[in-house]
């Protein structure tokens, strides 16, 4: 059977914080936008309402053309690292404002960094991505045991080690 959508759309659990998600990332990635936002409706029994009538049910947001929502789902569930948004940097200074914006100076290891909601990000260089499929198994090796040592990439250091330099 084939797809009649327009493609895949993420959706995002939040605990209450839904909107204030959407405006933070659209605060970091350009040519981002909210699209759509969908609030709880009067309840004609509030002792069944999940949340406050007009509050925020789910927005709907696009970074750099990916489409997300937001649902405000409730505490059931939480962020954890086997899901990740890679961000492709094309150099140190890009890799240096997302991680930033996304780490607000929280520590993270290999590229990867949790922001405020628990949501990890790989903060990834297309150099690295270059280093490690170059087809030099050697080369890529030393590249590859560098990145470890890393919190935020530094394409300097993976150069060199790529390349043999010593430090």
Known sequence: MASTGSGFVTCLWFDGRAEEAANYYLSIFPNSLITNTMRYP?????????????????????????????????????????????VDCKDQEEVDWYWEKLGEGRE?????????????????????????????????????????TMGKMDIEGLRKAFEGVEE
């Open 42 to 86: 009067p309840s004609s029994n509030p002792s069944t309402s999940t949340s406050e009538p007009g509050a925020v049910m789910s927005i709907e947001f696009s970074l750099n053309g990916h489409k997300f929502v937001g649902l405000n789902g409730g505490p059931h569930f939480q962020f954890s690292e086997a899901i990740s948004f890679m």
């Open 108 to 148: 993270g290891r290999c590229g990867w960094i949790k922001d405020r909601f628990g949501v990890s990000w790989q903060v990834i260089p297309k150099q690295l991505k270059q280093f490690l499929s170059s087809g030099d198994g050697e080369k890529s090796k030393k590249c590859m045991e560098k990145m470890r």
